[in-house]
């Protein structure tokens, strides 16, 4: 397990400097920056499990995010990853466009979960499935999964992030 908070610049991976052991990633983000996140994930081939937490509800900046070039595949997007977990989701514009990234290029995905605030109703849930386009999902297997979260209970199941015998520490019984 390994914890990030995004950074806007990162050094160049190589597969000398590249972490292969490292299965679980959380990562704090506080701008929905894609592009942070995108140069990190180079960095774990093998992640099979990734948290987001989203720090902010309102958007922080207009600027268009360099895209995703295919020429240059993130490894554990094709091969890994597996399950992705969006924590403190509100589904503003720049979320859903981080986590739609996801959707297309996550090819072996079989669990997005969203951590909302509040109730979502089945509206708010076939709202957002539109939003995601989760019917041109590069994994067909992928499921999309709404939580409900009360943002009192925010930072719940962080409390043993500390304790790395725990293979994954976030995981929800």
Known sequence: MFIVSCLQRISPV?????????????????????HAVLNILRWFPCLEKLYVTFHKRYEMDAKHEPQYDPRHPIECLQTHLKNVVFKLYWGNGKQVDFARFFVFNAEVLNKIVFEVHGDYSSESVAFQHRLLHVKNRASRDAQFEFRSMHVRNKYLGDEHIHDLSVADPFRQP
């Open 14 to 34: 190589s597969s000398a400097n590249s972490m292969h052991t490292v299965k679980v990633l959380a990562l704090r983000s506080s701008g929905d920056r894609l």
